[in-house]
Each structure stands twice: as C-alpha cells, then as structure tokens.
C-alpha cells in the first residue's frame, strides 16, 4: 500500500468501488422488497471462482472471465429467485434470515468441498500491474481499473434507475410496492429482474475483488458485516446512498487500518455508530 496519504486515500476509494459493486443489488432488494437477503456474498464468491477456474483451468484471460463471471452470476441468481427466494417474500424476517445463513453455509461447504480450504490465485495482465504516476502521485494501475469499471457502472445504474422506464418501475416499487401493483406494475417481476441484476453485479464484484479480497470459501462470512453496513449506512433501496456509503467506507476502513493498524479493524464500526446517530435513515438523503 503506498504511504502517501492521496495514494492510501485513493485505495480507499478503490475499495470502496468494490463495495459498492458487490452491496448495491443487496440494497436494491432489500429496499424493494424488504427481503433480508445474509447469502448475497455467496453471489460474489460464486462470480470470483468462475473468474478463477476459467483463468487457472482453462487458460481464458482476466478481462475475458469478467463477462463469465456476470452471466453465472445473472443464472444463479435468476434460477434461486424462481425456485426459493419468492417463496419467502411473505414469510417472517426471522425465516428469511435462516434461509439465507442456511444458504450461506451451504454455499461455504460446496466451496470447500469442489476447491478446497485454500486461496485462489489470481494473473493479471501485465497492463493492470504496477503503478501509474497521475499528479504527481503513484497508483495502482489495477486500482485505477476498479475505480474506472465501477464508476461507469455506477453511473449507468443512476441513468437507468431515473431516466427509463423499468427505472421508474423499481423506484416506484422501492417508495411503495402495494401502490405500484395497484398502478398494473407487477412488481414480482420487477424484483425478480433487480434481484437477477444484483446477483450478476455481485460475482462480477467477486471476480474483480480477487486481488483485493483474497478468495477462499470463507468470502461470504468473512465480508457479510462489510455488505451490510453499506445497506445501513447508505439506506436500503438507494443506489446514490449505496455509491457514498461504500466510498465513506472504504477509505476510512483503509485509512484507519494504515495509519493505526492496532484499532484500524474498529474504525469502520465506530464510523457506522456515529453515521448512524447522526443520520438514522442512513446516508441516502444526502446523496439525493
């Protein structure tokens, strides 16, 4: 990690892109259909072992396994969503809460089992390696890639989200989803969509996050607590609120975890305490 306060800052940044990459189809779905969804991390991991297998196994290039690693997050998430997720929609927070622990151990086990307890290697490219000099200052060229991927990412997800129509269905079915049904949205189908959308966003976020993250098939508990508190912070069911929680986040996860790496762990925690004290709805009105 460079040890210059703009160069720790803009990995902060860059983990906050991850973040916000893997957390935001998790406050979409929990804003808009108020489903407590603990297995989306197992979504990520799923998108970083097909990006690991198809690059160590099969000999495809890392940018090439990043459009794998979406569509395998999109099928998952499409077929868990018809076959259980809906099934729970109604159900008590209390059984959606076990049915995705369950779901997440399940996922931990099966990791285990077909790759082992150990990390996944990652190669990239020789043009994301090393450092590039902007201002003066020495970045990670991978760090630039992951700052570049998601904010055009991010980005696209706010024009779509205000400037089309199937935007204006989940804003709509996000503000109130008995009003949007009763308006002909049928907002099952919206949330299946979003809920499909956020799984392959997340195991894109899994493949990009190897090199940061680590792999191994503790991802999805190890980094839980992280998904979630971009949800609380930010506001469930806001993208803008998602976007500045996962960037306050990060750099002052990295931030604390540099310069006073005997308390940094805490940092994040004692930042949610404050964040949320200060703004019990969460961030989302501030990014508006």
């Known amino acids: 990690m460079p040890g210059s306060l703009p160069g720790v800052l803009f990995d902060g940044v860059a983990y906050g892109s991850l973040l916000f990459l893997i957390s ?15 297995a989306h991390g197992a979504f990520a991991m799923a998108g970083g072992y097909v990006c690991a297998v198809a690059m160590n196994r099969l000999g495809i290039p890392f940018v090439a396994t990043l459009p794998l690693a979406f569509l395998a997050g999109a099928v998952a998430g499409g077929i868990l969503e018809s ?3 809906r099934r729970l929609y109604r159900r008590s927070p209390l059984d959606q809460v076990l049915f995705s622990l369950g779901l997440t151990l399940m996922s931990v086990a099966a990791a285990t089992w077909v790759f082992g307890p150990g990390s996944q290697p990652v190669h990239l490219p020789d043009f994301l390696l090393g450092q590039v000099r902007v201002a003066g200052v020495d970045l990670g060229a991978y760090r630039l890639f992951l700052v570049a991927v998601v904010s055009l990412i991010a980005l696209a997800l706010i024009a779509s989200l205000r400037m089309t129509k199937a935007g204006a269905r989940i804003r709509a079915s996000v503000d109130d989803a008995q009003a949007a049904a009763g308006l002909g949205i049928d907002v099952g189908r919206v949330f299946a969509l979003t809920f499909t959308l956020g799984s392959a966003l997340s195991a894109l976020g899994g493949a990009l996050s190897i090199d940061v993250f680590g792999l191994d098939p503790t991802f999805p508990l190890k980094y839980l607590v992280y998904f979630l508190l971009v949800v609380v912070v930010g506001g469930s069911g806001s993208i803008a609120g998602s976007l500045l929680a996962s960037m306050v986040l990060g750099v002052l996860d990295v931030v604390g975890k540099y310069y006073v790496p005997q308390i940094g762990a805490f940092v994040i925690y004692g930042l949610m305490i404050a964040l ?9 009105r501030m990014a508006r």
């Open 24 to 38: 935001v189809g998790l406050s979409v779905t929990m804003g808009l259909m108020n489903f407590i969804n603990l």
């Open 83 to 85: 076959l259980l997720y």
């Open 276 to 284: 949320l004290l200060l703004s019990p709805g969460g961030l989302r």
